[in-house]
């Protein structure tokens, strides 16, 4: 049988997690008290195998008796019997502009008494981008006249979605409002909301291939210069999580003249290079952007899947009872699932937005960045040659361009070390303020945690309302 699902559609594990048993005992259903009867009705069948059928580009589903060698397994993911199908409706969904039953941002944002305006905006490379706009209330709004204009960046494997999700007393899109501002969420390409492109025949290797790159190069000044215009503004402000900072300092190498548009940047738990990440987890990403190349340049496979409850609500039952494997719980927990402030009600409004989706590469460069230098994607040295005239791909700049910083960490995030932070920040031309966490903070919390209101936002916005 052959799913109506594209190669782009599939769940990546390790191969560790499907081990060197026998089919049977590889793939046996784990028993969860949430799921029991769902797992063991007569309905549910014993788990399959997917696997990319690489000559048509479809994913199919293996019988195992017909399994020959599966080391030489192409790409692949576990699955239970007849929940196939359900996985293929949902990611085809997606492609149609949908992803599950979350609801959409602009629901989210009037379900509370905002008002919402989408606006899309077309880069110089073509694609095809979604702000989400927040002017100000229903009642007594302005629509962004004489207010403070805003541009929220998420950052990674996010969306527009991580700033409103967990409604007015958490969702930073809302606290500005309310402050004051005229907030705009931008979305990067390949994500939920940005995977449109003005080609709409445009090759699925093409459209995704892009890193961090081009979001520095491409996006935020298309988000900038449209919002200026709508807005009549002669600047704004941005405030960027994690690599949507990393994004804005890329920008701001590449568009030295942007400095003049931006008052101030915010960045919140910016990632970059690392000399202080845990040897063994530093070791570990890199061995993980290793792998995904490796399979990037033997598969058609170009970009990571976006979220869907189901898979988000197993993958944490399995990291908590230890049934995954170790590597993925440990992405998981560095992204901010294991965090005591996000409780079990937020943990599920979150996972039915995150992940958001993004290209391969563009996972590829952020690990590079993060175990080597803050530079340009490194295609290998034979590659570099080609791209760059040189082995070793180029640096970015910061001494350069970047605009006035405000900067936000934690003391012990585990993917943004503060020595790291502090360091990188020597190279900035202007840095007016630092506030630090001093409490354990990872670095998803920043946008998730219970208490971000009073103990982190609080103080983000006065440092903002110092600059028009």
Known sequence: MVSNCTLSDIVTLPERLLG????????????????????NNADCELAVLIEVDSEDGYIKTVDQND??????????????????????????????????????????????????????????????????????????????????????????????AAFVELGPEKGLGFILSDEGFDVWLGNFRGNTYSRGHVRPDIPHHVYWNFSMHEMGQYDIPAMIDY?????????????????????????????????????LLTSIAPLGPSGFLDPILKKEVKLLADRIMAMLSKNDVHYFAPSYDWLANYTVWFCQKDLLDDNLCKIR????????????????????HFPAGTSVKF??????????????????????????????????????????????????????????????????????????????WNNMDFIWADDLKYDVYGAIITSMKKFP
Not at 20 to 30: R, V
Not at 104 to 127: C, L, R
Request: contains cysteine.
């Open 20 to 39: 060197q048993h026998s089919p049977e005992e590889a793939y046996q259903p784990i028993p969860m008290n949430a799921v029991d009867k769902a797992l």
């Open 67 to 160: 399994r020959e060698n599966e080391s030489n397994s192409d790409l692949y993911a576990c699955k239970w019997g007849k929940e196939v199908e359900p996985f293929c409706e949902k990611q085809h969904s997606f492609e149609n502009g949908t992803v599950g039953s979350a609801p959409q941002n602009p629901e989210i944002i009037e379900k509370y008494g905002y008002t919402a305006q989408t606006h899309k905006v077309v880069t110089e490379d073509s694609y095809i981008l979604t702000l989400h706009r927040i002017p100000g209330r229903q009642i007594n709004q302005d629509d962004g006249v004489n207010r403070r204009v805003v541009l929220v960046l998420h950052g990674l494997l996010a969306s527009s």
């Open 227 to 263: 919002i200026l215009k709508i807005s009549g503004q002669k600047h704004l402000q941005i405030v960027a999580h994690s690599t949507g900072a990393t994004s804005c300092y890329i920008m701001a190498c590449l568009h030295t003249k942007y400095s003049a548009k931006i008052s």
């Open 333 to 352: 927990r560095l992204l901010g699932f294991n965090s005591k402030k996000l409780s079990e009600g937020d943990l599920s409004v979150v996972s039915s």
């Open 363 to 440: 996972m590829i460069h952020l690990a590079q960045i993060m175990t080597t230098h803050f530079r340009r994607y490194d295609y290998g040295p034979v590659e570099n040659l080609y791209y760059y005239a040189d082995k070793t791909p180029p640096s970015y700049d910061v001494s350069v361009g970047v605009p006035l910083l405000s900067i936000v960490y934690s003391m012990v995030d585990m993917v943004a070390p503060q020595e790291d932070v502090r360091n990188f920040a020597i190279y900035f031309p202007s840095v007016d303020t630092f506030y630090v966490v001093e409490e354990f």
